[in-house]
């Protein structure tokens, strides 16, 4: 029977409900998901006077179909007709932003954002500000935390009245007894001083902000370690003199807070805080204070101070780096090279390098070159590696008659380090050192290295090496690689080990790149056609899949007289990976 026209008028509200009423939690989200399409067959009328009051009413479902919910909200103004009827939207969210979940009140208030913007300035005073008010006087903590993200959205655009309860209210939140709301308040300080007056920010928010930042009541740290990034952002509104004077002292509690949350918060954001605060407050007062926490009694704090070490030292100005690192910095590098915790020495090692091109040549010799080596010779490999990977930062200043005597001896030794990813880094930075020391002393003292690497009993190692010999050729020439390294590695092709035979199939891969044509014809094309009668699948699929690669860079009368009866004889073995690969090659020969 044909329904009638009301009937199909009512379809998409009696869909909706019957999905939201089913048990399955996926099918409720789903249908969640598509609100958009329903909203646009209902029409901005339809969806106003309906699904707009069907979802105030039915907040009631599992979190993640809530969240869905909030998220769908704050993209819905074009649904409903556009601006002048946004706040049809603020019911749903606003219940949405008292529910129990965290993240479906965060994505709430965030959709609230979103929709605030799109107020006008009538509307925000006659709608958004009245929800901002009655979550900041619900009754359960949900709705104030909620409410706490909202006053910057709404502050600007109001009468100056209505500014003063505003500010009134969220003072009343900053001192509330519940401290999940001193929590968002913390939270959300340092932009709502954005949105106030100077002479408002000075007299009302400076003097909350530091009651959090000092907040005690039930040793909450987590209202003073938000507080801390909150101070960074209220500092970028002041001058230096105002700084000092009203941030400062609070600054200096944090950086010595009973609590380790609270110093580790402050080191990690060290660097913002310097930018924030400029370089004469930095130099009279911060620097103390990063040097206190290099020397944290908790590790945690020292790793997170330490790896800000290079860029607090390359934000200084220049004509005071070296009267600040050399008294307060170099003492607290220097205890932490040998600092009992393995992550905070990993940490600095992968900064100090960069300590550098800052203090130049001269003091990198005398002070940083002892620690580099104490730090390349740590037990754990982390530490090792973080070091290796920045050697070309050292080199730049030092040059590499002075790394080659200093550092590399113990760059030799961990070239067979146990640590199989510390070899590979120390593979990854040959080619580097190989242009700097020149082929002379390359020979002399790290080409048995890299040859050694072919043979090792890792495959990443084994492929690296491969590749860095590609680079090598490229670095010292042809005539370098026939006489040093091509010889070398088509002996391994009659190595017992089978993976080392097939170590010369891969590195003939990667050298016929850089190698001309009559080069491979002559010394490598004999030695694979030999491996295609291997005993091993394994190399003789391999010897397949290697004439393909060199096929395009030989000349017809190789590829005819030795590549394609190779070939084809591959193309019969009783090995079915052999014969596919054989095959494959023979297409490209053809």
Not at 103 to 127: G, Q
Not at 397 to 403: A, F, N, P, S, T
């Amino acid at each position: 029977m044909a329904a009638t026209s009301e009937d199909d008028s009512l379809y998409p509200i009696a869909v909706l409900i019957d999905e939201l009423r089913n048990e399955d939690v996926q099918l409720r989200l789903n249908s969640i998901k598509k609100l958009s399409t329903i909203a646009l067959a209902l029409g901005v009328e339809r969806t106003r006077a309906e699904l707009i009051p069907f979802l105030t009413d039915t907040i009631e479902d599992e979190d993640e179909v809530l969240w869905a919910l909030a998220e769908q909200l704050g993209n819905f103004i074009p649904l409903v007709g556009g601006p002048e009827f946004a706040s049809c939207l603020l019911p749903p969210l606003e219940n949405l932003a008292t529910v129990e979940e965290t993240v479906v009140r965060e994505k709430a208030t965030e959709s609230l954002r979103m929709i605030a913007v799109d107020h006008s300035p009538a509307d925000i005073e006659k709608h958004f500000a009245p929800l901002v008010k009655r979550l900041s006087q619900g009754d359960w903590f949900t709705s104030r935390t909620s409410a706490c993200g909202l006053y910057a959205a709404c502050y600007p655009h109001v009468s100056v009245a209505l500014k003063t309860e505003l500010r009134m209210m969220f003072k009343c939140l900053c001192t509330d007894d519940t401290p999940m709301v001193r929590r968002a308040a913390a939270s959300k300080i340092g932009e709502f001083a954005k949105a106030v007056e100077m002479e408002h920010l000075k007299g009302e928010v400076i003097p909350l902000f530091n009651s959090l930042a000092n907040d005690e009541q039930f040793s909450q740290d987590s209202v003073r370690l938000l507080a801390v990034e909150a101070g960074i952002t209220i500092a970028g509104l002041l001058t230096e003199s105002d700084i000092e004077t009203l941030l400062l002292p609070m600054f200096r509690s944090a950086a010595s807070d009973k609590s380790w949350r609270v110093r580790f918060m402050i080191a990690d954001k060290f660097i913002e805080l310097q930018r924030a605060v400029g370089p004469t407050i930095t130099k009279n007062h911060l620097v103390f204070h990063f040097s206190g926490l290099l020397k944290d009694v908790e590790a945690e704090v020292r790793a997170s101070a330490a790896n800000k070490i290079k860029e607090f030292c390359t934000n200084l100005p220049d004509d005071i780096q070296e009267a600040v690192i050399m008294p307060n910095i170099l003492p607290a590098v220097k205890e932490l090279v040998c600092d009992t915790n393995q992550h905070v020495k990993a940490a600095l090692a992968s900064v100090i390098m960069g300590l550098s091109p800052i203090m130049g040549k001269d003091n990198t010799i005398q002070h940083l070159l002892p620690l580099f080596l104490i730090l390349l010779k740590d037990e754990h490999s982390d530490v090792r590696l973080n070091i290796i990977s920045n050697l070309d930062s050292v080199n730049k200043v030092i040059g590499i008659h002075q790394l080659s005597q200093s550092l590399l001896p113990a760059i030799v030794e961990l070239a067979e380090d146990p640590k199989w990813r510390v070899r590979l880094a120390i593979i990854e930075h040959m080619p580097l050192l190989a242009e700097q020391l020149g082929v002379e002393f390359f020979d002399e003292k790290l080409n048995s290295l890299c040859m050694s690497w072919l043979v090792d009993g890792v495959f990443a190692i084994r492929s690296a090496a491969t590749s860095n010999l590609k680079k090598l050729v490229s670095i010292f020439g042809l005539e370098w690689a026939q006489n040093t390294v091509i010889t070398k590695v088509l002996s391994m092709a009659r190595d017992p080990n089978y993976l080392h035979r097939m170590t010369t199939l891969f590195a003939i891969n990667v050298l016929a790149e850089v190698c001309p044509p009559d080069v491979i014809s002559k010394f490598m094309v004999p030695v694979i056609s030999n491996l295609a009668a291997d005993a091993v699948p394994n190399v003789r699929f391999n010897v397949a899949k290697t004439m393909a690669l060199i096929v395009p860079s030989l000349d017809a009368q190789t590829v005819e007289f030795q590549i394609k009866p190779c070939l084809s004889k591959l193309y019969d073995d009783e090995d079915m990976d052999v014969k596919y690969f054989a095959h494959e090659a023979l297409v490209l020969c053809h």
